[in-house]
Nanobody, 129 residues
């Protein structure tokens, strides 16, 4: 059973930055796909970015150029660096880990479904104008 823990959320002013962390534990796999998602109050969950074990990344248009997803294999941690934050980026951010070889795109909800993916409890990001 895998557990996923997100951290790094907080409150910042527009234009600022935060770095979110995602640390899976309990089950390891050489092949994996990790997605970052967010859900704002009253809105549907949306995919933000993804990265696989080969380092291939994909991004939603709304965050491309501002957010960067990366991995640190030594620390078994994945990061979402968020720069130039906007109020519309305010949301609960989640990390989902799929611990096997698969296609890996931020907007592939089928891959990140609860059937295949392990989700964390989320970390809150608030951006004030």
């Amino acid at each position: 059973q895998m557990h996923v823990l997100e951290s790094g959320g907080g409150s910042v002013q527009a234009g600022g930055g935060l770095r979110l962390s995602c640390t899976p534990s309990g089950h390891t796999s050489r092949d994996y796909c990790v997605g970052w998602f967010r859900r704002a109050p009253g809105k549907e969950r949306e995919g933000v970015a993804s990265i696989d074990n080969l380092g291939k990344t994909t991004y939603a248009d709304s965050v491309s150029g501002r957010f960067t997803v990366s991995l640190d294999n030594g620390n078994n941690t994945l990061y979402l660096q968020m720069n130039n934050l906007k109020p519309e980026d305010s949301a609960m951010y989640y990390c989902a880990v799929v611990p096997f070889k698969t296609r890996c795109y931020y907007n592939d909800n089928a891959v990140f479904s609860s059937e295949f993916g392990y989700w964390g409890q989320g970390t809150q990001v608030n951006v004030s104008s």
